[in-house]
């Protein structure tokens, strides 16, 4: 069993700058493959950015490319988002998760090879 928890979220302006942290239980996150996804009210969740076990590997959907970089520390067992230059549109709840058996070590970006959520944490940005 692996617990994810989000923390960072909040109330920014547009063309701020929020970081998200995502700390996961257990003793092989190392191996896992990593990514944040977003829904906003009305919408369908979307993936945001995804990173492989090394972070050698990582995605960004087109709408975060050049704001948001996914990164990871293996030793604190911890994903983060760093989010700049932050949009209304970019208001949703963000979501960490984990696929725990990547396949050949890659990133995925695809919902359903993620096995293991977090709870959610809250951006809301205003313009």
């Known amino acids: 069993q692996v617990q994810l928890v989000e923390s960072g979220g909040g109330l920014v302006q547009a063309g701020g700058s929020l970081r998200l942290s995502c700390v996961a239980s257990g003793r092989t996150f190392s191996s896992y493959a990593m990514g944040w996804f977003r829904q906003a009210p009305g919408k369908e969740r979307e993936i945001v950015a995804a990173?492989?076990?090394?972070?050698?590997?990582?995605y960004n959907t087109d709408s975060v490319k050049g704001r948001f970089t996914i990164s990871r520390d293996n030793s604190e067992n911890t994903v983060y988002l760093q989010m700049n230059s932050l949009k209304p549109e970019d208001t949703a709840v963000y979501y960490c998760?984990?696929?725990?058996?990547?396949?050949?070590?890659?990133?995925?970006?695809?919902?359903?090879?993620?096995?293991?959520w977090g709870q959610g944490t809250q951006v809301t940005v205003s313009s």
């Open positions: 990173i492989n076990w090394s972070g050698g590997q990582t």
């Open positions: 998760a984990a696929n725990t058996r990547p396949l050949r070590g890659l990133l995925s970006t695809t919902q359903n090879l993620y096995d293991y």
